[in-house]
């Protein structure tokens, strides 16, 4: 990978450029080729799930699975053991408060940590220091009513942890994975989290009204002692499986373009000549800004109010967001040989805009087929997002650059969240998904005007 910015960097990696062709008459080509060639399904579905011939993408895959298990389990434990205990609203929302806003502030800080530790090390650091929290904190509840100031002094260090983690999980690919299964690993990683999440969040139900909070916050504790398990299980190599495409670019340059090709370029000089991460910053942002306060403020008044809809009216059209999210994940990962990724890539994000644009004129299966669709393409422009991510950023300066990606992202979500409520007051929540969708598609079609991203 090259250390500084160009078209070059969009071009079918040295990897996967076919060698040269002996001369071999038409007609046995074809009959070899006929003979020897697999089905395109085949080739596909062999393409998502290669990444699990490597053993440290097993380990992660299954260890992150059961830790978002466990995250599901701690989102319903903790506000049931805040108001089953006599605790108000007002006393949750310190506590969110508490945990979220040190989650966010922690991003960039932990992309650093990132490219200075290594992704593995701050995963499993934060691992083992969130297992002993959350183990605490079942400890308190299993003993009794926790006060507000010991949620709290869990919830901070909690949510820093939590905020440092991110970009390291984003980052550690490339780390394990060469560069074509990076687009499979990713896919994989998005359907997990999906499916994980769908699973978690019945099971925890169950969990905790069987039982109490206390025990789903203490197998929240051992998800992330499992967790932590299979990270240091992981044997890192010095150097990262897509390094050897870097290195094999380097020895066949003259002399100047090899070490022009090992100067190490720095986060600020890659940020200010990067015309792709300026784009993927902005989409990024846009992202969190349109449908962050939509699905969590503007989407539970519509069906609450214009739509007349019940609660699980509510439920219906989430569930349909994550059962696309998790299909589309899927796919995606099926999409290894597509030629032009990054023309698919801002295509989806135009049907999300649609989509979600579209929604409160649906009814409620139809709002529910519009989450669907709108989680499906999501997914796919994620996946391929963050795959040329990883593939065109140094990999001494990824972590910093996705902490960078996801404070923009989750940095707009108060943002969102406060406007779309002021917004829905004012206007009715219907009409913000039509201007959402707008400026949504408007960025993407902006995206569009980028040569080198729509043609990757």
């Known amino acids: 990978m090259s250390s500084s910015f160009s078209p070059d960097e969009f071009t079918p990696a040295a990897g996967e450029a076919q060698a040269p062709e002996t001369p071999v008459a038409a ?38 699975t059961i830790s978002v298990i466990g995250n599901a389990l701690y989102t319903v434990a903790l506000p049931w053991l805040i108001l089953n205990n006599g605790g108000s609203a007002q006393e949750l929302g310190i506590v969110l408060a508490a945990y979220g806003i040190p989650r966010m ?41 926790p006060t507000l100031w010991q949620l709290c002094a869990i919830a901070v260090p909690l949510g820093a942890l939590g905020g440092a983690f991110m970009p390291a999980s984003m980052s550690i690919l490339p780390d394990i994975l060469n560069d074509d299964d990076l687009q499979g690993g990713n896919a994989l990683n998005m359907s997990s989290m999906q499916g994980a999440n769908l699973l978690g969040s019945a099971v925890a139900g169950v969990i905790v009204a069987i039982f109490t909070a206390g025990v789903g916050l203490l197998i929240d504790a051992a998800t992330f002692v499992i967790s932590a398990v299979s990270l240091a299980l992981m044997r890192m190599k010095s150097s990262a499986p897509g390094n050897k495409r870097e290195a094999g670019a380097a020895s066949a340059a003259s002399p100047d373009e090899a070490q022009a090709q090992e100067a190490p370029v720095s986060f ?77 890539m801002l295509g989806s994000g135009l049907l999300v805009a649609v989509s979600f644009g579209l929604l409160p004129f649906a009814g409620v299966l139809g709002a529910a087929v519009c989450m669907l669709i709108g989680g499906l393409t999501n997914s796919i422009t994620n996946v391929l997002l963050f795959t040329k991510i990883q593939l065109i950023v140094p990999r001494h300066l990824l972590g910093r650059m996705m902490g960078l990606i996801t404070f923009g992202s989750f940095g707009m979500y108060p943002v969102s969240a406060a406007l779309m409520g002021v917004l829905s007051n004012q206007f009715g929540p219907a009409l913000l998904f039509p201007c959402s969708g707008l400026l949504l598609a408007l960025v993407m079609l902006l995206a569009m005007t980028q040569k080198s991203l729509r043609e990757s």
């Open 27 to 64: 007609s046995e080509t074809g009959v070899k080729s006929a003979a020897t060639k697999p089905s395109t399904a085949k080739q596909a579905v062999g393409g998502l799930l290669r990444p699990f011939k490597v053993l440290n993408f097993s380990l992660l895959f299954g260890g992150q």
């Open 105 to 145: 502030g922690c991003m960039l800080m932990g992309g650093w940590l990132a490219d200075r530790l290594r992704p593995r090390r701050v995963m499993l650091i934060a691992d083992i220091v969130r297992a002993v929290l959350v183990g605490l904190l079942a400890l308190l509840a299993l003993q009794g009513h």
């Open 268 to 344: 600020l000089s890659f940020l200010r000549s990067s015309q792709l991460i300026h784009v993927v910053l902005l989409i990024a942002v846009a992202g969190g800004f349109c449908l962050g306060g939509l699905i969590e403020v503007a989407l539970p008044a519509f069906v609450h109010g214009p739509m007349h809809g019940s609660a699980s009216d509510y439920g219906i059209i989430l569930a349909g967001a994550s059962a696309g999210a998790l299909v589309g994940g899927i796919f995606a990962g099926m999409l290894g040989k597509l030629k032009y990724k990054g023309l698919t």
